[in-house]
């Protein structure tokens, strides 16, 4: 499973390569499959609200014939509503491949794994409904291969096959099933939408607006330029020369028909199975780096500002057990998923994953850094860069003179390591990310700008000359662009007056408190 991660990554490094290229990082439209698919599922629900209203189950490809010739609405509506589909199914696939890749499907995600399985497999069946209905050549090829399969399960009073032998009409409650499960499917959707994230905070629904509407006009200028082609009626009795087919959604109709029912259905519920595994087989120990977060009751002040931080809704405030007045932090470790965001935003350093709290990252910058503490200032900078991020930027920070920090991700940054570095000597730090949209504990980028720029708790400190603190993003693709930017952030540091090396550490705002019995005080 690990190699298959790995393979995974390089794929996606691959593509976010050549799309950063192409739009940058800001405008990656990778980084929004996710909301990308919601965007279509939208669309799809919009028009097919239309082309509900002029179908007709009596005589459906009749209907759909009519509905693709209207030269002002129908047509274009109709092609619209199919193309959707495709991108709907390319985007929930991506998706799911860069989910994988991060190895974000287990643990406390695994509900939005199986739930995310699920919207896709209903968007599968939600298509093929769709072109049953329009009962041309494909799709009464998909609806025989359909029945073909199901005859085998015992299920049906009767072969399903029946319906197309040809010694009588397709009966009109075939078209009905197939309408009621096209509407009734993207009802359930909705539900399963809602589970899909259920567990996250503040989740993003929607890409972009400027992504979001390029998509759609994208959609409307090709549907009225390439028209979705549309068979000849469906006959029992005539075999067509050429049936349209949509290998997006029916790439297996080819092979599924030169194979075995049992085949079929064995291959299908394989990977369905393999898919619905792959928490079991991806996770990891919850120890070490993928510890839950833990909190120190007695540096809590009860702020409340861990819960707000938190993108998983994983930690709450409770009533404590001893006589101080405040609530303290609570964490949940069936959704704490071990981001450290949390550790980020504790101003006295008493909540984040073992050995990653605010505390432990000024233990870690002494230990890692202390032969060269006092040499910082001879560096062009340090650069405090994420875990995830591509090593080869990393690397060539280093080439470039640059002091490498690494941490898991900038969201568990806490402010106070960039003072300490700074009072160190340091020229500057410049703090180097994931895109946002693309960041494996969800806000983290989001967070670490509001504490380093916006006041936003825990804050960097007003004593901190802001000029030395910088932040890039490190994306696959954008080398070039990294090494100008850092080199430009490196030359405006040498521009300023040498910092003056304090030594010491950043003042702590809390220290352990010790209740007494009966006093309740240090």
Not at 113 to 126: D, F, R
Not at 247 to 260: K, Y
Not at 314 to 330: E, G, N, Q, Y
Request: charged share 20%; with cysteine.
């Amino acid at each position: 499973m690990r190699s298959l991660e790995r393979g995974a990554r390089r794929l996606l490094g691959a593509l976010d390569a050549g799309a950063n290229r192409a739009w940058g990082w800001r405008w990656n439209p990778l980084h929004q499959s996710g909301t990308i698919a919601v965007a279509m599922l939208l669309l799809l629900l919009a028009t097919g609200a239309y082309l509900i209203f002029v179908y007709r189950i009596s005589a459906p490809s009749e209907s759909v014939a009519r509905i693709a010739a209207s030269p002002w609405l129908g047509g274009w509506m109709r092609t619209v509503h199919r193309y959707a589909s495709d991108v709907f199914i390319v985007a929930a696939v991506l998706h799911l491949v860069r989910i994988f890749a991060q190895s974000r499907s287990w643990g406390p995600r695994v509900v939005a794994w199986l739930s995310g399985l699920m919207l896709l497999g209903a968007g599968l069946v939600c298509a093929w409904t769709g072109f049953v209905m329009a009962w041309d050549s494909f799709g009464e090829r998909l609806a025989r291969e359909g029945a073909r399969l199901l005859d085998v399960l015992p299920i049906f009073s009767e072969p399903l096959s029946r319906i197309f032998a040809g010694d009588r009409p397709v009966p009109s409650a075939f078209f009905f099933v197939n309408l009621f499960i096209h509407i009734g499917l993207p009802l359930a959707m909705g539900a399963l939408l809602w589970l899909h994230v259920s567990r996250v905070a503040r989740p993003v629904l929607l890409p972009p607006r400027r992504i979001n509407w390029t998509i759609v006009a994208l959609l409307i200028v090709a549907a009225v330029m390439f028209p979705a082609r549309l068979g000849p009626a469906a006959d029992p009795f005539i075999t067509p020369g050429e049936t349209p087919i949509n290998f997006f959604t029916a790439w297996w109709l080819p092979l599924s028909e030169r194979a075995p029912a049992g085949l079929s259905w064995g291959f299908g519920l394989a990977v369905a199975l393999g898919l619905v595994l792959v928490p079991r087989l991806a996770r990891r120990p919850r120890q070490d780096s993928l510890a839950p977060s833990v909190v120190d009751s007695r540096l809590c002040t009860g702020c409340n500002q861990c819960p707000q931080d938190c993108p998983w809704e994983a930690i709450t405030m409770v009533p404590r057990d001893d006589d101080r007045p405040t609530l303290v932090a609570l964490v949940d470790p069936m959704r704490c998923v071990s981001c450290g965001i949390c550790a980020g935003s504790c101003a006295p350093m008493g909540v984040g994953p073992p050995g990653r709290t605010g505390r432990d990252q000024l233990a870690d910058v002494r230990l890692v850094i202390g032969a060269d503490i006092g040499h910082l200032a001879a560096k062009p900078a340090v650069a405090v860069c994420c875990a995830q991020a591509p090593r080869q930027q990393v690397d060539a920070l280093r080439s470039q003179g640059a002091h490498v920090h690494m941490v898991s991700c900038v969201g568990n940054l806490h402010s106070s390591v960039v003072e300490m570095l700074i009072r160190s000597g340091a020229p500057g730090v410049v703090v180097c990310g994931c895109p946002p949209r693309d960041c494996t504990s969800r806000e983290g980028p989001k967070w670490l700008g509001e504490r380093l720029f916006n006041d936003r708790e825990a804050e960097l400190q007003p004593r901190v000359d802001r000029r030395r603190v910088k932040v890039m993003t490190l994306a696959p693709g954008t080398a070039k662009e990294v090494l100008a930017q850092f080199l430009e952030l490196a030359e405006g540091f040498a521009a300023l007056d040498r910092p003056e090396v304090e030594p010491g550490e950043p003042e702590l705002e809390c220290e352990p408190t010790v209740v007494v019995a009966g006093k309740g005080r240090r």
